[in-house]
Protein backbone atom coordinates (compact mmCIF):
# COMPACT_ATOMS: atom_id res chain seq x y z
CA UNK A 1 0.00 0.00 0.00
CA UNK A 2 3.18 2.76 0.73
CA UNK A 3 4.46 1.50 -2.20
CA UNK A 4 1.85 2.53 -4.63
CA UNK A 5 0.80 5.72 -2.13
CA UNK A 6 4.54 6.58 -3.07
CA UNK A 7 4.11 6.37 -6.87
CA UNK A 8 1.06 7.97 -7.29
CA UNK A 9 2.74 11.56 -5.33
CA UNK A 10 5.64 10.67 -7.70
CA UNK A 11 3.50 11.06 -10.97
CA UNK A 12 1.80 14.16 -9.13
CA UNK A 13 4.64 15.88 -8.80
CA UNK A 14 6.17 14.82 -12.11
CA UNK A 15 2.94 16.34 -13.57
CA UNK A 16 3.28 19.47 -11.47
CA UNK A 17 6.81 19.83 -12.42
CA UNK A 18 6.38 19.55 -15.82
CA UNK A 19 3.33 21.95 -16.07
CA UNK A 20 5.70 24.94 -14.64
CA UNK A 21 8.27 24.23 -17.23
CA UNK A 22 6.40 24.43 -20.19
CA UNK A 23 3.88 27.38 -18.30
CA UNK A 24 4.65 31.28 -21.01
CA UNK A 25 6.15 33.49 -19.31
CA UNK A 26 4.87 37.09 -18.87
CA UNK A 27 7.14 40.19 -20.20
CA UNK A 28 6.70 43.77 -18.92
CA UNK A 29 3.68 45.26 -20.74
CA UNK A 30 1.55 42.57 -19.98
CA UNK A 31 2.20 40.55 -23.28
CA UNK A 32 2.80 36.96 -23.07
CA UNK A 33 5.79 34.81 -24.95
CA UNK A 34 5.01 31.44 -25.68
CA UNK A 35 8.32 28.99 -25.23
CA UNK A 36 8.49 26.32 -28.49
CA UNK A 37 6.10 23.17 -27.42
CA UNK A 38 5.97 20.74 -29.68
CA UNK A 39 2.53 19.39 -30.88
CA UNK A 40 1.00 18.36 -33.95
CA UNK A 41 0.89 21.59 -36.36
CA UNK A 42 -3.00 22.73 -36.90
CA UNK A 43 -2.82 25.80 -39.23
CA UNK A 44 -0.78 25.79 -42.19
CA UNK A 45 1.03 29.14 -43.39
CA UNK A 46 0.21 29.78 -46.67
CA UNK A 47 -1.28 33.18 -47.44
CA UNK A 48 -2.18 34.22 -50.87
CA UNK A 49 -0.74 37.03 -52.70
CA UNK A 50 -1.78 40.36 -51.84
CA UNK A 51 -4.13 41.79 -54.34
CA UNK A 52 -3.60 45.91 -55.31
CA UNK A 53 -6.28 47.22 -53.20
CA UNK A 54 -6.23 51.33 -51.82
CA UNK A 55 -5.25 50.34 -48.13
CA UNK A 56 -7.56 52.26 -45.31
CA UNK A 57 -4.55 51.64 -42.92
CA UNK A 58 -1.26 54.47 -42.89
CA UNK A 59 1.54 51.71 -42.54
CA UNK A 60 0.61 49.23 -45.34
CA UNK A 61 3.62 46.59 -44.75
CA UNK A 62 3.86 44.51 -42.13
CA UNK A 63 5.68 41.11 -41.04
CA UNK A 64 4.60 38.54 -38.98
CA UNK A 65 7.01 35.81 -37.46
CA UNK A 66 5.17 32.48 -36.43
CA UNK A 67 5.25 29.19 -35.88
CA UNK A 68 3.14 26.31 -36.27
CA UNK A 69 3.80 24.96 -32.55
CA UNK A 70 3.09 28.38 -31.25
CA UNK A 71 -0.43 28.72 -29.04
CA UNK A 72 -0.47 32.59 -29.15
CA UNK A 73 0.76 32.10 -33.09
CA UNK A 74 -2.68 30.24 -33.79
CA UNK A 75 -4.57 33.09 -31.66
CA UNK A 76 -3.69 35.18 -34.69
CA UNK A 77 -4.54 33.10 -36.82
CA UNK A 78 -8.37 32.20 -35.39
CA UNK A 79 -8.83 36.28 -34.72
CA UNK A 80 -8.58 36.00 -38.53
CA UNK A 81 -6.46 39.20 -38.03
CA UNK A 82 -3.99 38.07 -41.67
CA UNK A 83 -6.89 38.45 -43.34
CA UNK A 84 -8.95 41.24 -41.82
CA UNK A 85 -5.84 43.52 -42.17
CA UNK A 86 -4.84 41.75 -46.06
CA UNK A 87 -8.86 43.25 -46.66
CA UNK A 88 -7.52 46.36 -45.50
CA UNK A 89 -4.69 46.18 -47.99
CA UNK A 90 -1.84 45.59 -45.76
CA UNK A 91 0.65 43.80 -47.34
CA UNK A 92 1.18 41.25 -44.62
CA UNK A 93 4.54 39.33 -44.99
CA UNK A 94 4.15 35.84 -42.98
CA UNK A 95 7.69 33.62 -42.09
CA UNK A 96 7.56 30.89 -40.73
CA UNK A 97 10.43 30.75 -38.11
CA UNK A 98 11.08 27.15 -38.73
CA UNK A 99 11.03 27.33 -42.49
CA UNK A 100 11.55 31.03 -44.13
CA UNK A 101 14.24 33.57 -44.01
CA UNK A 102 14.20 35.48 -40.52
CA UNK A 103 15.74 39.55 -40.93
CA UNK A 104 15.26 40.75 -37.17
CA UNK A 105 16.30 39.62 -34.01
CA UNK A 106 13.96 38.45 -31.59
CA UNK A 107 13.28 35.83 -28.89
CA UNK A 108 9.83 34.53 -29.38
CA UNK A 109 6.94 34.45 -31.74
CA UNK A 110 4.81 35.62 -32.51
CA UNK A 111 6.63 38.69 -33.23
CA UNK A 112 5.74 41.61 -35.56
CA UNK A 113 7.80 43.88 -37.27
CA UNK A 114 5.87 47.59 -38.27
CA UNK A 115 8.24 49.95 -39.97
CA UNK A 116 11.03 48.15 -38.40
CA UNK A 117 10.19 48.17 -34.85
CA UNK A 118 10.10 44.56 -33.51
CA UNK A 119 7.17 43.65 -31.18
CA UNK A 120 7.09 40.18 -29.96
CA UNK A 121 3.67 39.05 -28.15
CA UNK A 122 0.20 38.27 -29.43
CA UNK A 123 -1.40 41.65 -30.41
CA UNK A 124 -5.26 41.02 -31.33
CA UNK A 125 -6.72 42.44 -34.65
CA UNK A 126 -7.76 45.63 -33.13
CA UNK A 127 -4.27 46.14 -31.30
CA UNK A 128 -2.86 45.94 -34.98
CA UNK A 129 -4.81 47.88 -36.29
CA UNK A 130 -4.54 50.90 -34.25
CA UNK A 131 -0.33 50.06 -34.85
CA UNK A 132 -0.65 50.11 -38.23
CA UNK A 133 -3.34 53.23 -37.90
CA UNK A 134 -6.38 51.89 -39.93
CA UNK A 135 -9.70 53.16 -40.54
Request: proline residues 3%; charged residues 25%; aromatic residues 6%.
Amino acid sequence: MNKLLLIGILIVVAVLITLLLLWPTEKEEGIVIEKLIVEEPVVESVIEEPQTIESSCVITEIIFYHSEHCGFCKQVWNDGSVEVLTELGVNVDVRDVNKDSIDHSFEGVPTFVVEGEVLTGYRNTDQLKELLECK
